[in-house]
């Protein structure tokens, strides 16, 4: 077995055109441990925990604290990955300063290695500010949760306008300094022509099979929600399924008098 390399920033920008970078999200310390075993380059830290842990329904009641505990879990359990967090909403749209503390913080407090940003070319003073600071920042366009007062849960860019702001901003993001992209939500073919256009990375979520990456939430692809199946999640398991029936046995065999058994007794 050849050995691990550990990833950071720079690899994962190098990468493009030499390998598809997988990443998924990871929320607390034993899930990260597993993603990091199956060397996984990237763990997102999702402000989608909102949704899929905590039982929002959707990102924007999670806060700063959430996402430093949960980055910090993360962080914990990784060793070779790179672990980006998100950002949560509110915590970067003011003052600079402000921005700039709240993204430290995720360095300094919670062992993250990046900050994910979402926004286009109103964010790229930011993220200029951030990198110039030693913050290394992942970008994210198309669908953004955060933005979903405003534009809902809809597929981005599928005129001819929209599709042609979505490019600019992906460009003004990367002169900005972010060293991926993630495309969320956008027409495959729009996907193409901004990967071919970028020297960074992008990784896609709903966003067709020409990003350079694909990025999934770990409950979608695991099935731990069985009715929950966004159109573009592959189910590579069942565990929601699973994790059902070995309860429910569990709870037969407890009150039929079947566990503990002798083996499981001192």
């Known amino acids: 077995m050849k050995d691990v390399v550990k990833w950071n920033v720079r690899r994962i920008r190098n990468a493009k055109g ?34 899929t842990v905590l039982g929002y ?30 950002m949560p909403f509110l915590s970067y749209q003011g003052a600079a300063e402000s921005a700039v503390t709240n993204a430290g913080r995720f360095m300094k407090d ?3 290695d990046a900050v994910k940003i979402e926004g286009g070319e109103i964010r790229a003073p930011l993220i200029h500010l951030l990198v110039e600071n030693g913050i290394p920042v992942m970008g994210h366009l198309g669908l953004t ?57 992008t990784i896609g979520i709903g966003a067709g099979p020409a990003c350079d990456g694909q990025v999934l939430v770990v409950q979608d692809m695991l099935g731990l929600y069985e009715d929950i199946r966004p159109k573009f999640v592959k189910r590579y398991a069942e565990l929601g399924k699973a994790m059902k029936d070995a309860v429910q046995e569990y709870r037969e065999e407890v009150e039929n008098g079947l566990f503990p058994a002798e083996e499981h007794t001192y």
């Open 57 to 86: 329904k959707n990102t924007l009641p999670v806060t700063m604290e959430d996402m430093l505990h949960h980055t910090a879990a993360v962080a914990r359990g990784v060793e070779n990955a790179v672990v980006v967090a998100d």
């Open 110 to 112: 919670a062992d993250a």
């Open 145 to 201: 949760p955060q933005s979903v007062k405003a534009t809902g849960y809809a597929v981005q860019g599928r005129d001819a306008e929209a599709a042609e702001k979505i490019k600019k901003d992906a460009l003004k993001l990367q002169e900005a300094g972010v060293f991926s992209l993630v495309l969320e939500s956008i027409p495959a073919d729009l996907a193409e022509d901004i990967t071919r256009s970028l020297d960074i990375p």
């Open 18 to 51: 030499r390998q598809k970078i997988a990443v998924l999200t990871a929320y607390d310390y034993v899930t990260a441990r597993i993603l990091d075993a199956a060397n996984l380059p990237l763990i997102l830290v999702g402000d989608s925990l909102g949704m």
